[in-house]
């Protein structure tokens, strides 16, 4: 999972394999989540996103799962793909600003 | 599909020398963000946008200013660059209120030396 420190938590997945990223959220006002995919060179890419009152949300091969009660937050990317390579990270909103606090990310790496 | 650019994706200037981060959106979006991204530290506010002409500082916003004259353009100003300025600058924007994700340009490499 995600941690703050000088080392970036890595995860390495065989292709074809199920990939769970976590995140561990600070503030238990916050009431909207991000997960982003950051490949190396360039931006932050939005993958998912999920409100407070749910539990969990579906996307095209990512799912997003919340923990409320344990301020947890993971990502699962099924059958992983060499493309999915990149650091993913979490982001939580705490409302009505529109200010975001990000995780240091995980860095994911698929094997062929 | 929300587009944001930056102008420069790689940056070299001297210490001392200002320094213009330029960043536009054109996805209408009310609100604009600079970060700084650094190695085990995730990435960082400096400055936030609400509005034109309206700017709020972030977490580390010493060392550096802003300008918005125009909805689509947050530029980012470093008035005497320093070497620990030396980073990974990433703009964001996002709409109206809380609860909108925002949407990141490439970003800007700066290296000062």
């Known amino acids: 999972g995600e941690s703050v420190g000088l080392h970036l938590p890595t995860l390495s997945v065989q292709e074809g394999d199920n990939s769970i990223i976590n995140c561990a959220y600070s503030?238990?006002?916050?009431?909207?989540f991000i997960w982003y995919k950051q490949e190396s060179g360039k931006g932050p890419q939005f993958i998912i996103d999920i409100r407070s009152n749910m539990d969990k949300r579906q996307g095209q091969r990512v799912t997003v799962l919340l923990n409320k009660t344990v301020k947890h937050l993971s990502l699962q990317i099924a059958a992983t793909q060499p493309g999915d390579s990149a650091v993913y990270f979490c982001a939580e909103n705490i409302r009505p600003g529109n200010q975001f606090y990000f995780g240091t990310g995980t860095s994911l790496t698929v094997i062929p | 599909d929300v587009k944001v650019t930056q102008s420069s994706r790689y940056l070299v200037k001297r210490t001392g020398e200002k320094v213009f981060l330029e960043c536009v959106q054109d996805?209408?979006?009310?609100?604009m963000f600079w970060y700084r991204q650094d190695p085990g530290l995730g990435l960082r506010l400096i400055y936030f946008?609400?509005?034109?002409?309206?700017?709020e500082k972030g977490d580390i916003p010493e060392g550096y200013s802003v300008s918005r004259e125009k909805k689509e353009r947050f530029s980012l100003i470093l008035e005497s660059a320093s070497t620990n300025q030396t980073s990974m600058y990433l703009c964001?924007?996002?709409?109206?209120?809380?609860?909108?994700?925002?949407?990141f340009g490439p970003g800007t490499r700066l290296t000062v030396t």
């Open positions: 503030n238990s006002a916050s009431d909207y």
């Open positions: 946008s609400y509005d034109v002409k309206m700017k």
């Open positions: 964001a924007s996002s709409r109206g209120a809380g609860g909108q994700g925002q949407y």
């Open positions: 996805m209408d979006h009310e609100n």
